[in-house]
């Protein structure tokens, strides 16, 4: 299994100038690895509504690479915005999803379904451009520059371990950087 940390890590090294959205989780661990907070948007309270943000960011700024650090149960929520993710098919956009079979970030209780449900190849069925799963750091290291080259929508399973506490790092609030990730958007868009 890989660490979430250290996924995350790897995925901040090669984002370049990529717009980041996380959910969950990922809102205690993301803030501490990202050297670009105000290109991230933290979605804290929005389960389920990370990638229907990614797809609307995708398509507001096609120049620039969207990446969702999702989780398995937060998407569970909003399991729709595969298809339509897929039927309007952002070449821009790529969508991790951490598969801990668990909701971490409320205590750890297991998800529907979990070791049954194939997020992997309920991507393929919806029509993703590129679908990847990986169980191991080397993997996803070995493939990551060329995941970043290839025309999305792309989805890529991590499987990551199940998990009953929290992180040890705050929770970045939405509320708390949404006015400087608008800033940064809408200088960028201008020039």
Same mark, same amino acid.
């Given at each position: 299994?890989?660490?979430?940390?250290?996924?995350?890590?790897?995925?901040?090294?090669?984002?370049?100038?990529?717009?980041?959205?996380? /959910?969950? &989780?990922?809102?205690?661990?993301?803030?501490?690895?990202?050297?670009?907070?105000?290109?991230?948007?933290?979605?804290?309270?929005?389960?389920?509504?990370?990638?229907?943000?990614?797809?609307?960011?995708?398509?507001?700024?096609?120049?620039?690479?969207?990446?969702?650090?999702?989780?398995?149960?937060?998407?569970?929520?909003?399991?729709?915005?595969?298809? &339509?993710?897929?039927?309007?098919?952002?070449?821009?956009?790529?969508?991790?999803?951490?598969?801990?079979?668990?909701?971490? /970030?409320?205590?750890?209780?297991?998800?529907?379904?979990?070791?049954?449900?194939?997020?992997?190849?309920?991507?393929?069925?919806?029509?993703?451009?590129?679908?990847?799963?990986?169980?191991?750091?080397?993997?996803?290291?070995?493939?990551?520059?060329?995941?970043?080259?290839?025309?999305?929508?792309?989805?890529?399973?991590?499987?990551?371990?199940?998990? &009953?506490?929290?992180?040890?790092?705050?929770? /970045?609030?939405?509320?708390?950087?949404?006015?400087?990730?608008?800033? /940064?958007?809408?200088?960028?868009?201008?020039?």
């Amino acid at each position: 299994m890989i660490d979430s940390y250290e996924a995350q890590q790897l995925i901040s090294k090669h984002r370049a100038d990529s717009l980041v959205i996380g /959910t969950m &989780t990922t809102n205690f661990e993301w803030p501490q690895i990202s050297d670009k907070p105000e290109l991230d948007l933290p979605l804290s309270g929005s389960m389920g509504k990370a990638s229907s943000l990614g797809l609307g960011l995708a398509l507001a700024v096609p120049d620039r690479k969207v990446i969702v650090l999702d989780a398995d149960g937060s998407l569970l929520m909003n399991l729709g915005s595969l298809v &339509t993710i897929a039927n309007i098919s952002p070449h821009n956009l790529i969508h991790y999803v951490f598969i801990n079979e668990v909701y971490r /970030t409320t205590g750890g209780q297991p998800i529907p379904l979990a070791r049954k449900l194939d997020f992997a190849g309920l991507a393929r069925a919806a029509g993703y451009n590129h679908v990847h799963e990986f169980s191991f750091i080397d993997e996803l290291e070995n493939s990551i520059e060329n995941i970043m080259e290839q025309t999305g929508p792309i989805f890529i399973c991590l499987e990551v371990p199940p998990a &009953t506490k929290r992180p040890p790092y705050p929770l /970045t609030l939405t509320r708390n950087v949404i006015n400087q990730f608008k800033d /940064t958007l809408q200088q960028q868009m201008r020039s």
